[in-house]
């Protein structure tokens, strides 16, 4: 059984930064994508960062290309989401999910694992 769990969430000044891990346990083929998704309140979960498991190619979402980086430790089995100049706007519930095809779809339909998430808050 897949268990994700994160950490890292905060509440910080914008302009600040967090880096958000996700601790795997459990099988994860190496063709799997791993992602980081948000939510606020009110609005969608919405995908922000996928990588191959393994250290494959990277995707980012137009509102945090530049200022997220998503990245693996594969001996930890953890993913991490680095957050640099943070604003309001990336308030919200953060998640760490897996999906088996390796397809990296941007649906949060598509994912077959979860994390609780994390909260980050960003006040202006």
């Known amino acids: 059984q897949v268990q994700l769990v994160e950490s890292g969430g905060d509440s910080v000044q914008a302009g600040g930064s967090l880096r958000l891990s996700c601790a795997a346990s459990g099988y994860i083929a190496n063709s799997a994508c791993m992602a980081w998704f948000r939510q606020a309140p009110g609005k969608e979960r919405e995908g922000i960062a996928t990588?191959?498991?393994?250290?494959?190619?990277?995707y980012y979402t137009d509102s945090v290309k530049g200022r997220f980086t998503i990245s693996q430790d594969n001996a930890k089995n953890t993913v991490y989401l680095q957050m640099n100049s943070l604003q309001a706007d990336d308030t919200g519930m953060y998640y760490c999910a897996a999906e088996k095809t390796g397809l990296c779809s941007g649906s949060w339909r598509a994912y077959d694992y979860w994390g609780q998430g994390t909260q980050v808050t960003v006040s202006s």
């Open positions: 990588i191959i498991n393994g250290g494959g190619r990277t």
